[in-house]
């Protein structure tokens, strides 16, 4: 199963939206990296810190500003038609969902398949997160682990 295919249906999974979320939005975390340690599981540090400078890459290049435009036309602009706003903010917000996937498949590339066998994803999502940002999150990742550890996929 691939990177991307994993996502989609752990994303899918309770709570897993909710928890993705919270750590993207009140931690400042990339919810693509996280989910890229949680699927490959343990990997060597150097191919942690590639894959967050690739995560810098394409949030810098294309996630973070697509998001901003998309947080700006969530709310009501003079000027600006309502169902034309939303129409284009579906639009936006599909660009940045093709951004995440292009994240998504890069990271895929790092480090190889996910171990056949079953892992907590947790020391995995802390390296990550812990090399994407100065503060970690701890409880926002025990959450989504927990809800990653039911999904099927290699390894989680």
Do not use: N
Request: include cysteine; glycine fraction near 6%; hydrophobic fraction near 45%.
């Amino acid at each position: 199963m691939s990177l991307w295919e994993w996502a989609v249906a752990a994303y899918a999974r309770p709570g897993v939206d909710e928890a993705c979320l919270s750590l993207q939005d009140d931690d400042g975390q990339s919810v693509p990296l996280l989910l890229w340690a949680a699927w490959r599981g343990p990997v060597d540090p150097d191919d942690v810190e590639a894959a967050v400078d690739a995560a810098r890459s394409w949030h810098g290049a294309a996630i973070d500003p697509l998001r901003a435009v998309c947080r700006l036309l969530k709310k009501p602009i003079s000027d600006m038609e309502d169902a034309r706003r939303l129409a284009l903010r579906d639009q936006v917000k599909a660009v940045e969902l093709a951004a995440e996937r292009g994240l998504l498949e890069a990271l895929e590339q790092i480090a190889g398949p996910p171990p056949a066998t079953g892992f907590d994803p947790l020391p995995s999502m802390v390296a990550a997160a812990r090399l994407w940002s100065d503060r970690t999150p701890r409880q926002g990742l025990i959450t989504l682990a927990g809800r990653l550890s039911d999904t099927p996929a290699s390894g989680v």
